[in-house]
């Protein structure tokens, strides 16, 4: 998982950094640049002997049934997880899918990392996300990511709907091995919190209440207006499982 140290004399670890450089040797197959970790590792293994990934089986191209433990209630370390098996990337985004230490708030390095990553062109999964929409589907929803100037222009919008795309593969997920409804309900909100952490971590997040007295102070005066609304601006949540 990206944003962790080698773990040594492991060989998933090895496999990993295999996949990150793509230097098989058993084939084009394997160093595709849109094929995923999980992809990857059903199909080749890491040989400790050789130092190098050779086929699971003689029939080259014949796939393995794999399992990952995921921590989904590390949430944080879930996303980590969950982005390094599930989406593809190289070399070149290494240190791209986890924020550096120090520059968010604690635990909320990897969604911190997998929103950039999805607002960034180039970034791995932002190309996940335009394969996705390009193929046409449900996934058209995400188009405005691309082409709408407005949403292109509004980072809290953009960072909105890269948490969506994020919670709907994860949730989907989850539903596959069996969660219900009220733990995906509470996967979903604690995601939603770590989004708001970081929006009002980077200054962000604005929620003020109109209908409370607004100073300002200039000088040596106070000037106060009374509102009458309730305005969250631009602070998004991204809603629960049906």
């Known amino acids: 998982m990206d944003g962790k140290r080698a773990i040594l004399g492991k060989d998933h670890r090895n496999l990993y950094e295999c996949y990150l450089t793509r230097t098989s040797e058993v084939g084009p197959r394997w160093c595709r640049p849109t094929m995923s970790f999980l992809e990857y590792a059903r199909l080749v293994r890491y040989d400790s002997a050789t130092g190098k990934v050779v086929p699971r089986y003689a029939d080259i191209g014949r796939e393995a049934a794999i399992g990952v433990n995921y921590a989904f209630e590390l949430y944080d370390h879930y996303v980590g997880q969950f982005v390094a098996m599930n989406y593809p990337h190289t070399i070149n985004h290494r240190n791209t899918l986890c924020a550096a230490p120090g520059t968010v708030p604690e635990n909320t390095r990897f969604l911190s990392g997998a929103i950039e990553s999805a607002v960034t062109p180039g970034g791995a999964i ?38 969506e795309f994020l919670l709907r593969d994860m949730v989907a997920d989850l ?22 952490s970081l929006e009002a971590h980077a200054g962000r997040l604005r929620a003020f209440r109109e209908d409370l007295p607004q100073v300002s102070m200039d000088g040596r005066s106070i000037a106060v207006e009374n509102k009458v609304s309730f305005n969250y601006a631009r602070t998004y949540m991204v809603g629960g499982p049906e």
Request: hydrophobic share 40%.
């Open 126 to 163: 932002n190309d996940a996300i335009r394969r996705r929409v390009e193929g046409g589907g449900d996934a058209s929803y995400f188009a405005p990511m691309f082409t709408d100037e407005e949403t292109m222009s509004d980072p809290s919008a953009m960072r909105h709907m890269a948490l």
């Open 175 to 196: 539903k596959l091995c069996g969660l219900k409804k009220p733990r995906l309900w509470t996967f979903t909100q604690r995601l939603n919190a770590i989004h708001l």
